[in-house]
């Protein structure tokens, strides 16, 4: 990956998913897109409709905003749907004390490819 270490405003540390670099880096400043709470209603929960929206929805368009804007992920707050998030390959970042998890989706490679391609096409 790319950071050894992240740091909240609060000084706490995080590491884990997100090293290789060695930099330290404030949490609240990485360049991702926060995922918002994502929920579907209990009566319609199984049937796949949460799992068609990250992987044709959410991911993609993530994708696209990311090579645009210089962002290298997806980050995403759960206390209830960390298995959810687990299967799509978001890799877990933290664990509160509140039973809660910060989960990170690594676009940075594809983000890369696609301005790599883009720059390298242009005549």
């Known amino acids: 990956m790319?950071?050894?270490?992240?740091?909240?405003e609060s000084g706490a540390n995080f590491t884990g998913v997100l090293r290789a670099?060695?930099?330290l880096i404030n949490f609240k400043k990485l360049p991702v897109?926060?995922?918002?709470q994502v929920g579907i209603d209990k009566r319609y929960q199984g049937k796949g409709i949460g799992s068609s929206l990250?992987?044709?929805?959410?991911?993609p368009y993530s994708l696209?905003?990311?090579a645009e804007n210089?962002?290298?992920?997806?980050?995403?707050?759960?206390?209830?749907?960390?298995?959810?998030y687990r299967k799509?390959?978001?890799?877990?970042?933290?664990e509160d004390k509140f039973g809660g998890a910060n989960y990170f989706y690594?676009?940075?490679?594809?983000?890369?490819?696609?301005?790599?391609?883009t720059f390298s096409s242009k005549p």
Request: with cysteine; net charge positive; glycine share 8%.
């Open 2 to 8: 790319f950071v050894s270490k992240v740091v909240d």
């Open 21 to 23: 670099v060695g930099e």
């Open 33 to 36: 897109i926060l995922l918002g």
């Open 54 to 59: 990250v992987k044709e929805f959410v991911i």
């Open 64 to 66: 696209n905003y990311c």
């Open 70 to 84: 210089s962002c290298i992920g997806i980050l995403v707050y759960t206390r209830s749907a960390k298995d959810f």
């Open 88 to 94: 799509f390959g978001f890799q877990l970042i933290y």
């Open 106 to 117: 690594s676009l940075y490679k594809n983000v890369l490819e696609i301005r790599y391609n």
